[in-house]
């Protein structure tokens, strides 16, 4: 059974639903991809339970967070992760980020700073990559199919039919509790706006990007493109392995996974995690090798 017992915390005006599990002194905080928020990380969890104190949360707007109709940016959802560290998490603490959630990371380890250990990014989005040169129109176009499954999710049936690619990946009772919580129209609504702060992004980020991170830094890329993705697929692991060599204490390292690495390969994001941790407390110094 997966928890399901948490507590919400105000963060800048906002409500947002956190959940933590595990124990000692260690600390772990998780942010997850457009459109998922804490059940994305279920996979995970367990193998940390006996050596971290974990934090999973729903972003505003999605889950069981507090709705909101505003659009915000990924500078915004930056400040309410800051914001929810800030209230929830007394000590130094490694940082795993998601996709979509790397921007998010990157932008609010800047106000981290000294409170980050470590940083565990899975298949970021890498914002110089080439298939983003064009990823305003993109982004119109599946805000358009997004706007029918809004509206088809309302069927059961058809919700199923919608999120077949997390249903394949995730746990049976994960991906359950992502059909009741996330794949409903006030969930897709935020992922909508959440596509559309990421299209505002990019260019920003290219113009100014965040400072690199200053505290260890692993990234994970899948290695597994979608069928038909292979082109850009590999652009977008190029950029990713060459945003890492400006990163003074990082590593680059490609898996044997699809896109949702947490749910396909649970426990190489759990070994990670532990050597940050490790290395971090200065238990194992020089463990990213």
């Not at 007394?90 to 980020?97: C, T």
């Not at 990157?106 to 990559?129: H, Q, V, W």
């Not at 992922?191 to 920003?204: D, F, G, K, S």
Request: net charge positive.
């Amino acid at each position: 059974m997966r928890q399901s017992r948490g507590r919400t915390v105000r963060v800048n005006g906002r409500t947002v639903y956190v959940e933590e599990s595990g124990g000692g002194s260690d600390r772990v905080v998780f942010e997850a991809g457009q459109g998922l928020g804490r059940t994305c990380w279920d996979a995970v969890l367990p193998q940390l339970a006996g050596r971290a104190r974990t934090v999973v949360y729903d972003r505003a707007g999605l889950g069981r967070s507090g709705r909101t109709t505003a659009q915000l940016s990924i500078d915004d959802l930056a400040a309410d992760l800051v914001a929810l560290v800030e209230a929830v998490v007394p000590s130094r603490f490694v940082l795993v980020a998601h996709s979509m959630g790397g921007l998010v990371a990157r932008r609010a380890a800047e106000a981290l700073g000294p409170r980050l250990s470590g940083l565990l990014l899975l298949d970021p989005t890498p914002e110089s990559a080439p298939v983003y040169d064009t990823f305003a129109q993109t982004a119109r176009k599946v805000d358009r199919a997004l706007g029918v499954t809004q509206t088809l999710v309302r069927f059961r049936p058809l919700a199923r039919m919608a999120s077949g690619n997390v249903r394949r990946v995730f746990p049976a009772e994960t991906y359950e509790a992502m059909l009741a919580e996330d794949f409903v129209p006030e969930g897709m609504a935020q992922t909508r706006r959440e596509m559309r702060a990421v299209a505002e992004a990019i260019p920003r980020f290219r113009a100014e990007p965040p400072a690199p991170p200053t505290c260890p830094t692993v990234l994970l890329s899948a290695s597994r493109p979608a069928r038909g993705r292979e082109r850009h697929h590999a652009e977008l692991a190029a950029h990713q392995r060459r945003w890492m060599e400006g990163v003074l204490d990082g590593r680059f390292e490609e898996v044997d996974s699809g896109h949702f690495i947490q749910a396909e390969r649970p426990e190489i994001v759990a070994e990670r995690i532990g050597r940050l941790l490790d290395r971090g407390a200065g238990r194992r110094p020089g463990a990213l090798a």
